[in-house]
């Protein structure tokens, strides 16, 4: 499809996608698994009403972060993956140490409001591991779409001891579901 239609400009190049990790986040719970996913405000540009499950683009200061058991782009889509579902949902998946509901809540608050999500980590003594982000697939936007994204998705269990919730933003909802 990349010719010209008599009459009309060409088409413009694709845009590069950007890398991006997106975490399928789930729970047991006694009526069988249920993962957490969320609906995206009208308003945003990209996939605005839409459900997704928790996730974005990477940033240029997930690289560095330390993920144990990874290096290079596959530890900075993991911190990826890890600080958006932090953001998204205030589930932090680190190890190091518990850290309460109250804490979680103004940790999360920290790095919504600009804060670094390494050094939030790092000043709790907590750590990324790469076991604790399950590969699950990868997606490419499509080429005919305005924004494009390189997503990494991760399969991660979330802490018993953690509440999901969404905060107003750019998010309008979120709630567990059973997948079928």
Do not use: C, N
């Not at 190049?13 to 698994?33: E, L, T």
């Not at 993991?78 to 953001?87: C, D, P, S």
């Amino acid at each position: 499809m990349s010719e010209a239609i008599e009459g009309l400009p060409p088409a413009p190049p694709p845009k590069p996608p950007r890398d991006a990790s997106a975490v399928i986040v789930f729970r047991r719970a006694a009526s069988g698994v249920e993962v957490f996913w969320l609906e995206r405000e009208q308003r945003l540009s990209f996939a605005g009403g839409f459900f997704a499950f928790p996730g974005g683009k990477v940033d240029k200061a997930d690289a560095q972060v330390p993920v144990e058991g990874a290096s290079g782009q596959a530890a900075q889509v993991i911190v990826t993956a890890a600080r958006e579902l932090f953001e998204e949902t205030g589930l932090l998946i680190a190890r190091g140490g518990e850290v309460d509901q109250p804490s979680l809540d103004a940790l999360r608050t920290k790095v919504l409001e600009g804060g670094s999500f390494g050094e939030v980590l790092k000043a709790r003594g907590l750590t990324l591991h790469a076991a604790d982000f399950v590969p699950a697939g990868r997606w490419l936007t499509p080429p005919y779409l305005q924004v494009r994204f390189d997503a990494r998705f991760f399969l991660v269990e979330a802490p018993v001891q953690q509440q999901a919730t969404v905060w107003p933003g750019e998010l309008a909802a979120g709630e567990w579901i059973r997948p079928e």
